[in-house]
């Protein structure tokens, strides 16, 4: 099974930034779709960003547009989130998933491998 492991999380001011970093190994397909999922204190996990193999499209949601911008390295086992303008309301424990078909990217249900999560705190 493929294997994700965060990085790059931890506290920052609010208008800072930070990149996290996904490391998926066990990949033996290279059409996975990765996502960036984000879970606060007591909230549901919600979907940030994701990107597709084939064509490098991305989607954001709607409040990390022009803020957050995911992306991934040419061997594609490397997914990044860089995150820039952080507000005290995007600190949640942050987790990379994948899965080799998504229909909606954003949503939870749609992917079948997660990490561990990397905590993102803004202050």
């Known amino acids: 099974h493929v294997q994700l492991v965060e990085s790059g999380g931890g506290s920052v001011e609010a208008g800072g930034s930070l990149k996290l970093t996904c490391t998926a190994s066990?990949?033996?397909?290279?059409?996975?779709?990765f996502g960036w999922f984000r879970q606060a204190a007591g909230q549901g996990r919600e979907g940030v960003a994701a990107?597709?193999?084939?064509?490098?499209?991305?989607r954001y949601a709607d409040s990390v547009k022009g803020r957050f911008t995911i992306s991934q390295d040419s061997t594609r086992d490397t997914v990044y989130l860089q995150m820039n303008s952080l507000k005290p309301e995007d600190t949640a424990l942050y987790y990379c998933a994948a899965s080799a078909w998504v229909g909606d990217p954003l949503k939870r249900r749609e992917y079948s491998y997660w990490g561990q999560g990397t905590q993102v705190t803004v202050s």
């Open positions: 990107i597709f193999p084939t064509n490098r499209n991305t």
């Open positions: 066990r990949v033996t397909y290279s059409g996975y779709c």
